[in-house]
């Protein structure tokens, strides 16, 4: 390599020791690069820096900072490189380097700014570390579960609450509700039912009315296709149940309690980012079996099932 004049490039480096004490902090520098197109560049120019010394960092973008402003210009068979440092103050100082490729210039140039701003710099590039040995990769790490979202819902409901007709009526729900994935879809829910028997025709023999809260919990749920939900859900349903007798002279009424537990499984289908649309199909246990007798003449017309069937059709929106 040759340079200016006839100075070689190990009296250049040692011309560019500065006396200055090394700092005790990093030096914020800011980098200026001008280069022909192939050339290297400020990337390669603070690596060159950075392999000779650890005093030395980029500033912030409010922050001052000693500049090092790099030109690089092609000159026939050799490229001439100019460094050109200014400190806070004001000061300058300028370095000139030719060689014959832009990397050869650029090391030279990255060498003489880490002397200057640190008289301890190595000489030499840091030698690079040994490769590390292959370890067994990681498992990826668990994600946490998304955050619960309330949903509010209404739904159409058919049920066999007194053998052997059928209730119809509806539900409105409120549930907290994560979406389904792997390892979520949990949701708890609370629902207000009311059913009749004769909601739109006269029942035969006995006229049923039945107003209940339902609490579901679904531990978990999988997601199919992205726009579909499936979920299996525990139920425990607690309410009123009133018969009247119909077909009588003196029709009589009764009111009795109602405790069922069972299972469902709901299916829902996403309209847009919060609005589903939803099947529910199971069935509870009734655990008091109820009979309805009337009088004129005396017979049975009406009694709690042994499983009670649920069919429920209606829309969810999540907040």
Not at 98 to 111: F, K, P, Q, R
Not at 275 to 282: H, I, K, M, S
Request: aromatic content about 6%; proline content about 8%.
């Amino acid at each position: 390599m040759a340079f200016g004049g006839a100075v070689s490039l190990l009296e250049l480096v040692v011309v560019a020791l500065l006396p200055a004490a090394a700092p005790a902090l990093p030096i914020p520098v800011k980098i200026e690069f001008e280069a022909p197109s192939g050339c290297s560049d400020s990337a390669a120019f603070y690596a060159g820096v950075r392999e000779r010394t650890e005093r030395v960092r980029l500033s912030l973008a409010t922050e001052r900072g000693v500049e090092l402003r790099v030109r690089l210009a092609q000159s026939g068979p050799k490229v001439h490189g100019e460094l050109r440092l200014i400190d806070e103050d004001g000061a300058t100082d300028t370095r000139e380097v030719e060689g014959t490729t832009c990397d050869e210039v650029v090391a030279a140039l990255s060498l003489t700014a880490a002397l200057a701003l640190d008289p301890s710099a190595r000489t030499a590039p840091e030698p690079a570390l040994p490769e590390p040995r292959a370890l067994a990769p990681r498992p990826p790490a668990a994600r946490p579960p998304e955050p619960f979202r309330v949903e509010v819902g209404a739904r159409l409901v058919a049920a066999e609450v007194v053998s052997p007709s059928t209730s119809l009526g509806g539900a409105l729900s409120l549930r907290l509700t994560r979406p389904a994935g792997p390892s979520s879809g949990t949701s708890f829910g609370l629902d207000l039912v009311h059913l009749e028997n004769d909601l739109f025709a006269a029942a035969d023999d006995v006229a049923v009315s039945f107003t209940a809260l339902a609490l579901s919990a679904c531990p978990f749920g999988w997601e199919l296709g992205g726009a579909f939900e499936l979920r299996p859900c525990a139920v425990l349903v607690g309410g009123r149940l009133a018969a009247m007798g119909r077909g009588v002279g003196a029709p009589d009424s009764a009111v009795r309690s109602w405790w069922s537990a069972g299972a469902l499984a709901r299916a829902s289908a996403a309209l847009g980012t919060d609005l589903a649309v939803e099947l529910e199909v199971g069935a509870t246990v009734p655990l008091l079996l109820r009979r309805f007798v009337i009088d004129e003449p005396p017979r049975q017309v009406g009694e709690t099932p042994a499983i009670s069937a649920l069919l429920a059709l209606g829309a969810s929106y999540r907040f």
